[in-house]
């Protein structure tokens, strides 16, 4: 998804377009579990790497990033870092993961969730079983190398997924994660425009998603951070926003 050119950019914005689209219609027809629903699974507290937080009690919302590493990426790590804010970065290999691996390696470092968006951004639902698997085990494999952890959270390309991406996943000890809030920060780069849709949309144990591929993400960060934190909201990695229970292999997991 990194602007290589004209025909990848009209690619990225059509698969985005899509994906908006899903999260608002198709994707409602998936069989997901909420945050909540989640908590209730499992008892005990669990430690959150940015301090000690009960979704149970705190009004949690998780903040999370598709389709990086980018350009951008070490300017949005720098903002999260002064604002204690924990997010979650679902990565591509190819081009995003291969090209920046000492940012792979800062995301871990810093706290935050590393989990894979597919090597190659291909669309799960319409590829073999085969390619499938090898969409999703060679990130895992890049970042486990480069992070010494495998991701245990897939996100799935626009939102797609059926049963056998279900087992594949379940085979490979991943849960897929969706979205409740969509800024479509593929559409502009006005920074207050992407703030203001986030802010709009956002709601107790909601999963934001956002792209730090686009020039216009990473300025409004700080903006959604400060109002949502007013707000009485408090930051946390998508296992954290489902803790003290934890995702399931297989499972997808959306508010």
Known sequence: MERTGAGFRAATMFAAATALALSLTGCANVDATAPSAART???GGVQARFGSVDCREAKCIALTFDAGPSENS???LDILKEKHVPATFFLLGKRHIEKYPQLVRR???EGHEVASHTWDHKILTRIEPDEIRAELERPNEEIERLTGRRPTLMRPPQGRTDDTVHDICRELGLSEVL???TAKDYTTTDSDLITRRVLAQSSRDGIILLHDIY???VPAVPG???ALKERGYV???VPQLLAPGTAEPGKVYRP
């Open 41 to 43: 699974r499992s008892a």
């Open 74 to 76: 070490a300017r949005l």
């Open 107 to 109: 995301m871990a470092a």
């Open 179 to 181: 979205w409740s809030v």
């Open 215 to 217: 020039q216009g993400t």
């Open 224 to 226: 959604i951070i400060d």
């Open 235 to 237: 930051f946390v990695t």
